[in-house]
């Protein structure tokens, strides 16, 4: 069997991500190991979803700490102790400071629900549909010090209908993301990525120039 990457799933939220993340790993598809999910918020339905799987969890409400780096701290200490090697954002909704990039500089990564580098922030679908884009989608990247501004790894494309609602744009996406996911950090654990400058380089990259979408549609 191949060796299992520790990674630790940081979460705030629902968790789909980190579900797809533990389907994967479960069907064989992920060669990784969950060694912790970590919430700052104790009622995120991710810990449900995680220790219907028997995973460890623990929650670090930031409420309780004085400083930004004093929760990161804490966390970064949990995530040593259980020898996480990938720290994976699935929907924690912080920002992490210098001390804790720098813990796991170039072994964090991030899904963000829009094709970075446009549309970085919050409530990117709104942002997608209200700009008018034909395309959005998601991308995995590695965290840097700037806010959704690191190496990418992996995109999806999805169209944008104009009668989109926000929801409906968002799940669209967001099935997306499930499937890149996992991939994404699968290419990691095969050791298949690698950072040049701002660029990632993938080993074994299938390159097919008809891959090309166009909307409306010719
Ligand atoms: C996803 O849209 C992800 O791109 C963003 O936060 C959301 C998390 O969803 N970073 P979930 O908690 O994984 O369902």
Do not use: W
């Amino acid at each position: 069997m191949a060796r299992q990457l520790p990674i630790g799933v940081l979460i705030s939220g629902n968790g789909t991500n980190l579900q797809a993340i533990i389907d994967a790993i479960e069907a064989r598809a992920l060669d990784a190991k969950i060694e912790v999910v970590l919430s700052n918020k104790a009622d995120a339905y991710g810990l449900a979803r995680a220790q219907k799987h028997n995973l460890y969890t623990a929650v670090l409400d930031h409420k309780s700490f004085s400083s930004r780096e004093a929760y990161d701290q804490a966390v970064v200490d949990i995530l040593r102790r259980c020898k996480v090697e990938l720290v994976v954002l699935a929907g924690f909704m912080r920002l992490l400071s210098p001390l804790f990039i720098k813990a796991y500089s170039n072994r964090i990564m991030n899904i963000h629900p829009a094709l970075l580098p446009a549309f970085p922030g919050l409530r990117v679908q709104k942002k997608a549909l209200d700009h008018g884009v034909r395309f959005s989608g998601c991308t995995v990247h590695f965290v840097n010090d700037e806010c959704d501004e690191g190496p990418i790894i992996m995109q999806a494309v999805v169209p944008v209908f104009p009668d989109d609602s926000e929801s409906v744009l968002a799940a669209r996406i967001l099935k997306q993301e499930h499937k890149i996911y996992p991939r994404a950090i699968q290419l990691y654990a095969e050791r298949k990525v690698h950072i040049v400058g701002r660029r990632v380089m993938v080993d074994d990259l299938s390159k097919d120039e008809k891959q090309v979408l166009i909307q409306p549609q010719i």
